[in-house]
């Protein structure tokens, strides 16, 4: 039996003009644009004529390789971050933690300057009042870089999910691009943040509301009540707190790569994360501990001289002027230890959540096979690809019409 007619796959029949993109040969990387297919003497993928036997990796075209990812592949990916693409990563991670640390301090100490002045400022009658509202006003003035931190912190994480999303098909972007890609999606990063804060004080303003009435209110078994409800409600808190964090820790990467809203982007990250639970926590949990154990690490040495050369410099504790220099340069090299690793920390930590993502999307959804044809036809040269990353696209290879949605 023969077959006389060749098949043709349905995505060359609807769009004849185009040529189709062939198959990956096991083993072997995507044909290069211009390449011949060899249809006179079989498929040629660049290595002759013929079928090629043997297995070798999928093919790694930048940031991760199109397969599963075992744990040792995240976490050198997660790291790796810094290093393939750091001015868009490290640079603005440390430009974002470094405005945000010194606002603080500027914040805070000019607040508190001014407090204090008035409390020295004051008579002996009312210093009580005087000092309650100071410490109250240099409490507010706190929250306000801490609302300020989290609004930089929900930006940095969303240009790093999208510096991950790119890398894993091979492309190097500017901060400009990141920026440019991810906007319309801050706000809606901003959103999701502000709600898990609101909902966090909801949740411990009720119970401290209700520990706060029986002890007030109840005598004895009051307290003894309320104590126990603050024990239960902490080991509680602390549960849901992992569960919830977990099962949700993908309402990031949903939000800036397939760009639902943030109802769609939960139902999304709790479908993602559904049978997955102790792999998506216990890679998160280890990448915590890392990046702390290390920082304490290097932290350890300064916090251990700078007590000894305090000494050295003012065995009195007199406190003179060189007490006060060796004083302040110790603080301001803390802070810059501190912003350093709090800039280091806030891109592996968001660049492990956006790994877990595509991994995730690779073994539930076969995403590593449309990467590997979207890697393909690019570099084929088809410049209107559907991006594979999104949600519910066609095909990565068969060339489409209309705009690319990352355009």
């Known amino acids: 039996m023969t077959d006389e007619q060749k098949w043709t796959s349905p995505g060359a029949l609807a769009h004849p003009t185009t040529p189709a993109v062939p198959p990956i040969a096991p083993g072997g990387d995507p044909p290069s644009a211009g390449q011949s297919t060899g249809a006179a003497n079989g498929p040629d993928y660049g290595y002759g004529t013929g079928m090629h036997s043997g297995w070798t990796p999928p093919p790694k075209p930048g940031l991760i390789p199109l397969r599963p990812l075992d744990l040792g592949t995240i976490l050198g990916a997660a790291f790796r971050v810094l290093r393939r693409n750091p001015k868009p990563t490290f640079g603005a991670a440390l430009l974002i933690q470094g405005g945000v640390y010194l606002l603080l301090i500027l914040v805070v100490a000019g607040v508190g300057f001014g407090a204090l002045s008035r ?46 999303s790119r890398g894993a098909v091979g492309e190097k972007l500017t901060f400009r691009s990141l920026w440019k890609r991810a906007r319309g999606r801050i706000g809606a990063l901003i959103g999701w943040a502000a709600l898990l804060i609101l909902a966090a004080t909801v949740v411990v303003g009720i119970i401290i509301a209700i520990i706060v009435f029986l002890a007030a209110n109840l005598g004895t078994g009051g307290v003894i009540a309320a104590v126990l409800i603050g024990i239960f409600a902490f080991f509680g808190l602390i549960v849901l707190f992992v569960w919830l964090g977990t099962k949700l820790a993908l309402v990031p990467s949903v939000l800036m790569i397939e760009r639902m809203g943030i109802r769609g982007s939960i139902a999304r990250s709790w479908s993602l994360t559904e049978g997955y639970f102790w792999r998506t926590f216990g890679i998160s949990a280890l990448v915590t501990v890392i990046v702390f154990v290390v920082s304490q690490v290097v932290s350890l040495p300064l916090n251990f001289i700078a007590p000894i050369a305090g000494g050295l410099i003012d065995p009195q504790g007199q406190k003179g002027g060189g007490a006060i220099v060796l004083v302040a340069v110790l603080s301001v ?62 095909a990565a290879g068969v060339p489409t019409h209309g705009e690319s949605p990352w355009a």
């Open 119 to 164: 409390i020295d400022s004051s008579g002996a009658k009312n210093a009580d009042q005087i000092t309650a509202g100071a410490t109250g006003l240099v409490v507010v003035a706190s929250i306000i870089p801490g609302l300020l931190s989290v609004i930089a912190t929900a930006v940095l994480q969303g240009i790093i999910v999208l510096e991950v």
């Open 333 to 394: 090299l803390v802070v810059m230890i501190a912003v350093v690793f709090q800039s280091i920390t806030s891109v592996v930590q968001s660049a492990t959540t956006a790994l877990i993502y595509l991994d995730l999307r690779i073994r539930k959804e076969g995403l590593d096979l449309e990467l590997v044809r979207y890697v393909e036809a690019k570099q084929r040269g088809h410049a209107s690809v559907v991006d594979p990353l999104l949600h519910g696209a066609p």
